[in-house]
């Protein structure tokens, strides 16, 4: 009785339902069509047979725009368990995200490396706001010490400079000025604050016992390069400065800087071992180690006659050298600016590639 049963319902089932396509060959036989809720109109599908899948898929999936296949044919393999969807959406959504569903995991590398770079950025940052803390308390100590005066050679910070770097020294001599050594160009301030071209001027101070010390005087307007418009007679002067190595380059400047050309007394930059060629100093080896940047300079003469003369020098203030253009909250800053940026990147692409791996392809 069942299986009379399940043959009557067999028979009262509709037939499987026929479609033939108005542009296939005449004799082309008719094919059993799925017909789904979610058909597009001028889309049809035919169940594929197993030659069909194989040759189908070892072919390459192409996403071509929709105007280069108006009046084509466009085949695709479909799960019968899936919705179907229209080849011209799915090639307009391919293009519009610019990912395929094989690219994926090309799209994951490429946002893990980036954040990797973009994450070291912050780590770098990080280290230069620790590095540019513990100069700037380096510097505000050091500067807070009793200076130290210096009359003779052999100099305190002989081959220990950097025991004695950004310690106030006071030094007495006599500036040989017939050796004077400009460094620049470099911009520079006038009196009442406006931005002006000039150089650095860098002086030998003979001292006592005939050795020689570098002082960096400050910054000199270019309209009084000449010497004829500043004139200065050999005496005895009172130089209270700050002790610097100079200028030290880092790795880019290193290689990719312009060279100071000591044989020409050119100088780009303030290097105390070059500047020290030109100093014509007898303790050459402790000269070129450090130099001192002038905070005031005081004649003798002036000091006796009750004066103090107006010089052409804009000299540095101790202040100056705790002022950074990034201190260590603008490192900070920058850290968690990389750190949000590689976070960011790193979300949208796990994002996305989360999305492409649910298409349907």
């Not at 009785?1 to 008719?30: M, N």
């Not at 780590?123 to 130290?148: C, D, F, N, S, T």
């Not at 203030?317 to 850290?335: G, Q, R, S, V």
Request: net charge neutral; hydrophobic share 40%; glycine share 6%.
């Amino acid at each position: 009785l069942a299986e009379a049963a399940e043959e009557e319902r067999e028979a009262r089932a509709p037939p499987p339902l026929r479609l033939k396509d108005p542009k296939a060959v005449a004799d082309a036989a008719a094919k059993d069509v799925i017909v789904r809720s979610r058909t597009t109109t001028g889309q049809v599908l035919w169940p594929a047979t197993k030659e069909d899948i194989e040759i189908l898929g070892e072919s390459k999936l192409m996403y071509p725009a929709p105007f280069e296949v108006e009046g084509s044919v466009i085949i695709r393999l479909v799960r019968l368990s899936d919705p179907v969807t229209s080849p011209v959406s799915r090639v307009v959504r391919n293009r519009q995200f610019g990912i395929r569903g094989n690219e994926r995991w090309h799209l994951l590398a490429m946002g893990v490396v980036s954040m990797i770079i973009i994450y070291s950025l912050g780590a770098w940052q990080l280290k230069r706001m620790q590095w540019k803390k513990e100069l700037i308390e380096k510097r505000r100590e050091r500067l807070g010490m009793p200076r130290v005066e210096v009359r003779t050679s052999p100099f305190p910070w002989k081959d220990k400079v950097e025991d004695y770097e950004y310690r106030v020294v006071e030094v007495r001599g006599v500036f040989d000025h017939a050796r004077e050594m400009h460094i620049g160009p470099r911009p520079g301030a006038d009196e009442s604050g406006e931005t002006v071209p000039g150089v650095l001027v860098v002086t030998p101070l003979r001292l006592e016992d005939g050795s020689t010390v570098m002082v960096n005087r400050g910054h000199l307007p270019s309209t009084r390069l000449d010497p004829n418009t500043r004139p200065e007679l050999p005496t005895w002067v009172r130089v209270r400065g700050v002790l610097e190595q100079g200028e030290i380059p880092n790795l880019v400047g290193r290689y990719a800087r312009l060279k100071n050309r000591p044989d020409k007394n050119q100088y780009v930059y303030l290097i105390a071992p070059e500047l020290a060629e030109n100093a014509n100093a007898r303790n050459h080896e402790e000269c070129s180690q450090a130099l001192v940047t002038a905070i005031d300079t005081l004649f003798e003469d002036d000091f006796k006659a009750g004066y103090r003369r107006q010089l052409p020098y804009t000299m540095k203030h101790k202040e100056d050298y705790l002022l950074f253009w990034a201190d260590e909250h603008t490192h900070f800053n920058y850290a968690m600016q990389w750190f949000g940026m590689g976070t960011l990147i790193m979300t949208m692409t796990v994002y996305k590639f989360i999305e492409v791996s649910r298409w349907r392809f």
